[in-house]
């Protein structure tokens, strides 16, 4: 387990399995390369925000597969233009990849998921998802909002909304 690993900044570091937590926002500012076999596991927790900037990649090296890395963000997630994500995020608040960001994995949020020209290529078979107090139908507070193509690799893709009291994280 590691506790405040660059003090909320990781950049241009090669991560191995493990729980990584944060008390601070995370940010992403420099590619990250994830190495291990296709057993092994990679959380990430942070009470605040998590970003990644422009054009950053994380990276899967040494059989590491994307089912098995996971983004616990009590704050909001944002994959800055071009980014790459590998993994599933799970956000308390809101999800946004901005124009050309992708994901390798799963994006669920309780609030909204917010796609600006954005590629997910899905680790199961829901790929996107938000969830809520909203009222039945996904109307309300809770939503997935589209400015522009979104391309998700599955027709089995959908879109989920739950009006289901949800835990913290």
């Avoid at 590691?2 to 937590?21: I, P, Q």
Wanted: charged share 10%; proline share 4%.
């Amino acid at each position: 387990n590691y506790s405040e690993l660059g003090a909320g900044s990781l950049g241009d570091v090669t991560l191995m399995r493990g729980v990584y937590k944060w008390t601070t926002d995370l940010l992403i500012p420099a590619n990250v390369v994830l190495s291990g076999s296709s057993s092994d596991v990679w959380i990430f927790q942070t009470t605040k925000n998590f970003t990644m900037n422009s054009g950053t990649r994380i990276q899967l090296n040494g059989g590491a597969t994307t089912k098995n890395i996971f983004w616990q963000v009590a704050g909001t997630v944002t994959l800055e233009t071009g980014a790459h994500l590998e993994g599933i995020v799970l956000s308390q608040t809101a999800i946004t990849l901005q124009k050309a960001a992708s994901a390798n994995g799963g994006l669920f949020a309780q609030t909204a998921v917010d796609l600006n020209n954005n590629t997910v290529i899905k680790a199961f078979p829901v790929g996107i998802a938000a969830y809520g107090a909203g009222t039945p139908g996904c109307h309300g507070t809770i939503g997935m909002n589209v400015n522009g193509p979104a391309v998700v690799d599955s027709p089995d893709f959908a879109f989920v909304c739950s009006n289901a009291p949800q835990s913290s994280l």
